[in-house]
Structures are given as structure tokens and as C-alpha cells.
């Protein structure tokens, strides 16, 4: 007997997980929006390690089929299923519409000074500096000419300091209520650089080098509590976001801001089938606003491995 059409699920979860009670507000609708059910202000604890051991990214929809001709593998679409809870890297279409935006510099930053242990990220010095502050209204005025949220939009930052309060500007700017920002307690957390955790931001280069290496390898450990993620690590929770994102809305304009870079390269890495090993040739300045376009990414910012395509990230050897 048919009963209507079924929904989909509300939030992804692995086979393992237990499923968790949502909250939700039914007034708090967005204009001109098609969502199904409005984002709640709720907080469920994550434990960010435990979840990245358990965490199934997503089921694909896709074989890989040698071709008779060339013998080269070319993915092929295979009807497994049609269900928006079903989100792959990359995506063979989006629900909504995104801008990625990097928070302004922070004090940290400012003094030159890696900062990425999550257990400061709601620091007063994690928080923008004058500089940044500047940088983040630009952004949002970039945003406004752009028209992110001309007909409404949701707003999510990370609830690291300094991304919170660029999400503050953005929407006062943009005539935003509060209720339409949504913090995101671990997802979009800076990247841990483990032992580089204080040292000074050019050591930043040394990760990048392993990055190009593998996407696999980590920053040497510390014993602080700073998590040393690898390029594969951050994939799996920023994979985690968009498939959310993508259940969550529908139709919608959202606006994913991050605290540091790398959060966005490696996400807009993996939206357009790009090598994840190559994400740094992607770097976003402090303040700086790009729109997802799935078919390409902005010219100046265009990798040397454009040409090399990545249809199951993190494996893109």
C-alpha cells in the first residue's frame, strides 16, 4: 500500500551509530525558502577522533568501467539510488548554493603564530584582530554585491572565535537575523598541525610539502590535546558538512565560514574532482569569498593538477 512519499533522512549516520533525538523550531523559515524543516539551535557533544574512526564518508553511486576502446577506467552512473542522503565527492549535483568564506586574520595570526588546538578556538585571542575585522566586512560587502542573501541565507560558521564573529558581520551586513546563523562545533574546526602548534606560520609550508606527498600523511604528534590531521582526515569531516548540508536544505543559499584555509581548499578540492594532494595551490587569504561552482574553479586560482582529475578523493593516486 503506498503511503506518499518518503522523506529523506534528516542527518547521515553510519551503520554503527546510534540515532540521535533532533530539536527543532518551526518558525525559524528562512525567506523565500524550500527547506523541509528549518535548521534547530541545538548542540549534540562530538568527539571528533572517535567520529573520524567511524565515520563512513558516503556509499557511492558510481562504478568504475574500463572502457572497451582505450581501457581506461571512466566512472559510470549506476542507478543504486536517487536518495539526497547519498552524498560523494565529488557530487554529480548540489541542492544549494554555496560561498565559502575564510575568516579575517586573527590575534593569533597577527603575531605569526599557528594556533590550532581546538580547545582555545572560543578564545578571546582566537578572535579577529583590527585587521581582521576590516577584512571580514569587506567580505561581507563583497557577499551583499554578490547577492548570497538577497532572498535569504543561512549562515554556517565554525564556533572557533574568530569565525563566529566574522558570521556576525557577514549577517549584520547583510541584514541577517541572528537565528539564521548556525554554529558548527566540530566540522569546521582549523586543521590540527600537531607539533607545529605555536610555531610560526611559515612552518606551514612543511605540511603543505607532505601533503603533496600523500594524503594520508599527518603532522608529527604532540601531547597538548592538538589533533594532527591529514589531508585525508579533514576530507572525511568536510565531506561530513556538505552531506548535512545537503539533506538538511534544499533550494537554499548557505555560507560556510572557516577559520583557516584549509578547511575550504580541501572541500572545493574535492567539489570538483581536483587532486586533494595539490589543495594548497587552492589557498584562501584571510577574508576572502568564493562562490562553489562544481564546473570549475576561479582562473587565478587554477592548480597545475587541473588537468589531473580525482573521481574517488582521498584516493587520488
Known sequence: MYHGPVRPCKMPISSSATTASLLSHPSSLPPLSTSKTPHSDFSIPINRRHLLTALTISISTTALIPSPQTNYVNPVLVPVADARGLFQMPPFRLSNRYFLVRAGESEYESLGIINTNPVAKTSVDNGLSEKGKKQTVKAAFELKAKGACARGCWIWPSITQRAYQAAEIIASVNGVSRSYIVPEYSFLDARGLGAYEGKNLESVSKVYASDGISTSIKPPPIDDGTPNESVADVFVRVTQLMSILETQYSGDTVIIVSPDSDN???????LVGLDLRRHSDLSFAPGEVRFVDTSSIPTYKQ???????????????
Open 303 to 317: 592548480p597545475a593538477s587541473a588537468v589531473y582529475k580525482c573521481f574517488n578523493p582521498p584516493n587520488c593516486n
Open 264 to 270: 575550504l581548499t580541501i572541500l572545493q578540492a574535492g
